[in-house]
């Protein structure tokens, strides 16, 4: 079938659509002249020359669909067009996108999931592959994001405003002309030009936000312009958003899940730890266990073989956002054939959050607990109890009575800034069969907190003769996954009138900035052909980028000349009844349970140590080195191909990657922490301060820290083949297959953290000894040894184009993964210092060995002719488990982490010509997360709701209103994949409500 003939198939196709668009607006008509106030259309228009897009859908007359319906049928044209797997998501008017986030709108894609921050998505996946192998493009460029803490490959989706894109595609497979580094996918976010709007077009909006777990309502304004002269030669698009949003979540937690057992005497494990099943784990050295031994109630019961965690939190989560996103375009034609575009993005984002934590650590088994209850096998702690004796009973008698230092009141307090700046510009050529596009630019995005402190307080006093406890009963209860703490009714009031201690320990200042930028150049080469070869493609791009990260903390000197911080003075230790709120923080909607719950006062405590001490010191570590680059050439050649109804390309991607860098060893030593009592450093008859606690020595007696610095330089070659094939059955059946090579690059914290790790002498063991510290070493670690993530990838799909805008598709993918990367939380013997130490725990990531991941993909997509339709589609995804290798040693098994076994999304709107109602039920299946205790992490399935609804109060001005999680569903997460029962995390980020108006011009 020649070309000629095919154009005419789609035209003859186009007709009969628009025939059956006729009829179905006929019967509109008719039910509109009946007075169904369901079916309202616009009145028939009066005779006028077609637009270009009504024109193309047929000739003659037609119907002209706009709105959400409008964009759903364009993104399936286009991916009915394309020559890859591929979906768009199209926005349905300037200004509009059809939903409140990029990374929401994304999951109701088939086969993407998100995760979410504050509510809000932040990070994509596709196909069931962790975020950092998803590769993110602004206009066909990597674009900078540093959060606050380690620079990351995977873009935060929340700095960027949703109503700047015109389009977004995802990739599903590979193409040669496109930048290789997404194993799970590629999203292409385009964004709008002057060219491509008429004249002085741009809309403004206003909207609010109200979330119930702030109870606050948060403004958001916005606003675009577009401006071209008549011959197109110039043009200009100037665009702004700035957002506040209250952010508030509420968590339940667990830390380090370990297996407690009795001791032989020289040490050995007694009851080596087991599943809920009584199997035993064959990574039994990847199991995390209590160095010491099990323990005893207070009714004399010892328990002895099960697992329990090291700490049960429950956390407020309070932030407030403040968002700016700049876009300047300027487009120009000096001659008719060039057309030059230069873009310009600014995106802020400021956070100021506040934590409030109460904890219930292990500190209280040695004299306060009385009894647990177990899981069903009766090898897991569900609850625990931890209750000072009666009066004249237990440690009371002792001459130093005992006081509960539960719970810990913890906090932190952090004011950050992250800021990308993307410059780039565009020189296309176009004449003839003949394009030629050269893209040059730089992003760059700085990050991290200029101030973050945290405190921890003990509700307790230990004044030599005038101990007291603030609190008699802590009691965590996570049975059925659901975390409910409680504590004494008078707890409040007990710290509010000073029966309380600073943790002088647990309070100080830690922080990490980040900065990330690359510069690029591009150039693409198109020659068209009317053949069997339809167009050649030849291009290269080299792109340089770099990465720091810094490390320091803030600190108030009591005495500046000496350094001495306020914290290691007495006065640091008193816990001032101003330094809590009047009341227990309330409002706890979700993601716990607690029977009181007594928070910091942030913003009293600092301006009391601001006032006593003066504006807080930042202290840089400049020896905590991390700086990287990473250079990569590429290139390609692509052949794109049609031959009556088959169609596709072929093609071959090469990338050289060279990185380099200094990267440093941190080692921190803890020497000692309580000034020696008469007998030496293990003598219990410390000197006291004058708040009961030991006296702590200065700063530079407890600890030193050595940085060692490391040069670490690599450099790799990729061959990547492609081909993408699509064959028409029908003018309405199609076909498609793919099979390629894909890489992602291992993620920069990985490549460029190296160990930081610490060690407790004996002698600080002994006196932190109630705080669950241990002589001997921890910490964490990158692996520099990390090989690039990479996999072949075969997809075939079927696709029936029934209808105009509607489809029924299938699909079937299969990735052979090798060399991804998993987290781990191990013990690890390490050389350190030339001897080979027990490192307990250990966090770090290796490689896994071959893996395969595999599924189906089945969706669906249909609009009735009065404006009722639906979108629907279903993502299995079956992985396998492959061993876990750290230096040449198996320390596990595991799933590829990221990965979901299931996804269903549904989408049922319901639009006339003013009026649009959309409501979206997305559930995403378990998600596999790294190793902890050598037990892979899972999260729950999670389900949710939105509702969306616009209303056109008159030409131009919209009505807009949203729920985003209808369902007030929560996140939840377990250890381990023989049970559930292992608690690790939940978080209710809330329901929030959305209000606004835009008008368009």
Excluded at 56 to 72: H, L, Q
Excluded at 85 to 95: K, M, P
Excluded at 239 to 252: D, I, K, V, W
Excluded at 448 to 472: C, D, H, W, Y
Aim: charged share 20%.
């Amino acid at each position: 079938m020649k070309a000629g003939q095919i154009h005419s198939a789609k035209a003859a196709r186009r007709a009969a659509l628009v025939r059956e668009l006729m009829l179905g607006a006929g019967t509109l008509a008719a039910l509109c002249s009946a007075g169904q106030a369901y079916a309202q259309a616009a009145p028939a228009p009066a005779p006028q020359p077609p637009t270009d897009e009504a024109a193309e859908a047929a000739p003659g007359d037609a119907i002209v669909v706009t709105g959400y319906r409008k964009s759903i049928e364009q993104s399936l044209e286009q991916k009915r067009e394309a020559n890859s797997l591929i979906e768009v998501i199209t926005a349905e008017d300037i200004g509009k996108f059809p939903d409140k986030n990029v990374a929401d709108a994304l999951q109701r894609v088939p086969g993407v999931i998100i995760t979410r921050d504050g509510g809000e998505g932040s990070r994509v996946s596709i196909r069931g592959l962790q975020s950092d192998l998803t590769l993110t493009l602004l206009n066909g460029n990597f674009i900078a994001g540093a959060d606050s803490g380690d620079p990351s490959r995977s873009f935060n989706y929340v700095l960027l405003p949703s109503n700047f894109i015109a389009s977004t595609e995802v990739y599903k497979s590979a193409e040669a002309r496109l930048e290789e580094g997404g194993v799970g996918g590629t999203v292409i976010l385009n964004t709008r030009r002057p060219f491509d709007l008429p004249a002085w077009s741009g809309f403004v909006s206003a909207e609010g936000t109200y979330s119930d777990t702030t109870k606050k309502f948060d403004p958001q304004i916005a606003g675009q312009i577009s401006w071209k002269d008549p011959e197109e030669r110039l043009g200009f698009l100037i665009g702004a958003t700035y957002q506040e949003r209250s952010n508030r979540e509420l968590r339940g937690s667990t830390e380090t899940w370990r297996w407690w057992s009795d001791r032989a005497p020289n040490g050995d494990i007694i009851t080596p730890a087991t599943d809920v099943n009584g199997n035993p784990f064959e990574n039994d050295d990847a199991i995390s266990y209590w160095p010491g031994t099990g323990v005893t109630g207070q009714d004399g019961k010892h328990y002895s073989g099960y697992w329990a965690p090291q700490s049960v939190n429950a956390e407020v989560f309070s932030q407030q956002r403040k968002r700016l996103g700049i876009q300047a375009t300027a487009q120009m034609r000096p001659i008719e054939n060039l057309t030059v575009t230069a873009n310009y993005f600014r995106f802020d984002y400021k956070s100021n959050w506040q934590s409030n934590v109460l904890k219930i650590p292990e500190w209280g088994y040695g004299n306060f607990f009385t009894a647990p209850t177990f899981d069903e096998s009766g090898t897991i702690f569900q609850s625990a109890n931890f209750q000072v004796p009666a009066a004249g009973t237990g440690c009371l008698t002792r001459p130093t009575p005992c006081t509960m230092e539960t719970p810990q009141i913890a906090g932190s307090y952090s004011r950050e800034k992250q800021v990308s700046n993307t410059f780039e510009t565009e020189v296309a050529w176009n004449q003839d069969n003949f394009d030629a596009v050269l893209k040059f630019g730089k992003t760059k995005a700085t990050g991290g907190p200029s101030m973050r402190f945290g405190v921890a307080v003990k509700p307790r006093l230990t004044i030599p003769g005038q101990e007291q406890n603030g609190n008699f009963l802590s009691a965590w209860d996570f049975t059925g996954g659901n975390l409910n703490m409680e504590f004494s009714p008078e707890l409040q009031q007990n710290i509010k009138n000073g029966i309380a201690q600073i943790d002088v320990g647990s309070t100080g200042s830690g922080f990490t900035n980040s900065a990330i930028s690359q510069r690029y150049a591009q150039l693409d080469l198109v020659r068209r052909f009317d053949s069997f070869l339809s167009a050649f493609r030849v291009g290269g791009k080299w792109r340089e980028m770099s990465i720091h990260r810094e490390t320091g903390r803030n600190e108030w000197y009591a005495d500046p000349a000496t350094k001495r911080r306020y914290q290691d003075t007495p006065e640091g230790a008193v816990a001032r009844p101003e330094y809590f709120y009047d009341n227990p923080i309330g409002n706890i909607a979700g993601g716990f349970d607690a029977s009181s719950f007594p928070g910091i006062n942030f913003s009293n405590y600092l301006d009391y140590i601001n006032t006593t001490y003066g504006p807080s010191v930042r202290v840089p570590e400049p020896n905590n080195t991390y700086d990287l680059k990473e250079k990569v050439f590429a290139g390609y050649v692509q052949a794109d191909f049609e031959a009556g109804p088959l169609r596709g390309n072929i093609g071959v991607r090469v990338a050289h990657t060279k990185q380099s860098g200094l990267t440093s060893d941190r080692l921190q030593f803890l020497n000692d922490y309580c000034v020696d009592g008469p007998g030496g450093p293990f003598d219990p008859n410390v000197p006291l301060a004058p708040d009961g606690n030991c006296q702590v020595r200065p700063l530079a007696e407890r600890e030193v820290i050595v940085n060692t610095q490391i040069d670490q330089s690599k450099s790799y070659t990729d061959w990547l083949p492609s081909l993408n094939v699509v064959y028409e059955v029908t003018p309405d059946i199609v076909v498609r297959g793919a099979v390629a090579k894909v890489i992602s690059r291992p993620s920069f914290n990985d490549l460029g953290s190296q160990r930081s790790l610490t060690y407790r002498s004996a002698a600080y063991a002994f006196d932190r000894g109630q705080f669950g510290e241990f002589e001997g070493w921890s910490g964490s670690g990158g692996n520099a040894d990390l090989q690039p993530f990479s996999a072949w990838q075969y997809d075939l799909g079927v696709e029936w184009y029934f209808k105009r805008g509607s489809v029924l598709g299938a699909g079937v993918f299969r990735k052979e993964v090798s060399d991804f990367v998993v987290p781990l939380v191990l013990d690890v013997t390490r050389e350190v210092n030339g001897e080979q130490v027990l490192i307990q725990p250990y966090s770090t990531i290796a490689n896994g060995s071959n893996a395969v991941s595999q599924g189906i993909e089945l969706y669906a997509q249909h609009t009735l002719d009065f404006g009722l339709g639906a979108q629907v589609n279903f993502t299995y995804n079956d992985t396998s488990v492959a061993d876990i290798t750290l230096d040449g040693e198996t320390v596990g098994k595991s799933a590829l982490v990221g990965s979901a076994k299931t996804q269903v999304n549904a989408s049922v709107f319901y639009e006339t010509d003013k009026f649009l109602v959309r409501a979206s039920y997305n559930r995403r299946g378990e998600v596999v997360g790294g190793l902890q205790s050598g037990l892979n992490v899972y999260t729950d399935p999670y389900e949710q709701v939105d509702i969306n609804a616009s209303y056109e109060l008159m030409d131009g001005l919209m009505l807009t209103a949203s729920v985003i999680n209808l369902t007030k569903s929560e996140e939840r997460q377990h250890l381990g994949n023989d049970t559930k029962d292992r608690f690790v995390r939940s978080n209710y980020f809330g329901r929030r409500a959305y209000v606004g108006v835009s008008y368009k011009f």
